[in-house]
């Protein structure tokens, strides 16, 4: 089995910056993709960011030049560095382990980390 144990979040005004962590361990296959979704009252889960174990990256379209996803291969460890966070951002973050392919399958979830911004 493998285990997700995220880090992080937290309140914060606008504008301001947070980071999320997140340790996979367990049977991990080494040819993966982590990654964040996040999900709002009321809306769906989304795909915030996610990178593969190649460091090949993906970003939704609200966060690119804002949001950066990074990886420790090592450590099976990603990372979501959020700066200039908007009241927008507000949400549970979820971070995920799942194959390269297809994008859209996700295998683990982590537990889920509160990030609230401020106006």
């Known amino acids: 089995q493998v285990q997700l144990v995220e880090s992080g979040g937290g309140l914060v005004q606008a504008g301001g910056s947070l980071r999320l962590s997140c340790a996979a361990s367990?049977?991990?296959?080494?040819?993966?993709?982590m990654g964040w979704y996040r999900q709002a009252p009321g809306k769906q889960r989304e795909l915030v960011a996610r990178?593969?174990?190649?460091?090949?990256?993906n970003y939704a379209d609200s966060v690119k030049g804002r949001f950066t996803v990074s990886r420790d291969n090592a450590r099976n460890t990603v990372y979501l560095q959020m700066n200039s966070l908007e009241p927008e951002d507000t949400a549970v973050y979820y971070c995920?382990?799942?194959?390269?392919?297809?994008?859209?399958?996700?295998?683990?979830w982590g537990q889920g980390a509160q990030v609230t911004v401020s106006s």
């Open positions: 995920y382990l799942g194959p390269v392919m297809p994008t859209t399958r996700v295998d683990y």
């Open positions: 990178i593969t174990n190649s460091g090949s990256t």
């Open positions: 367990g049977m991990i296959v080494s040819i993966n993709a």
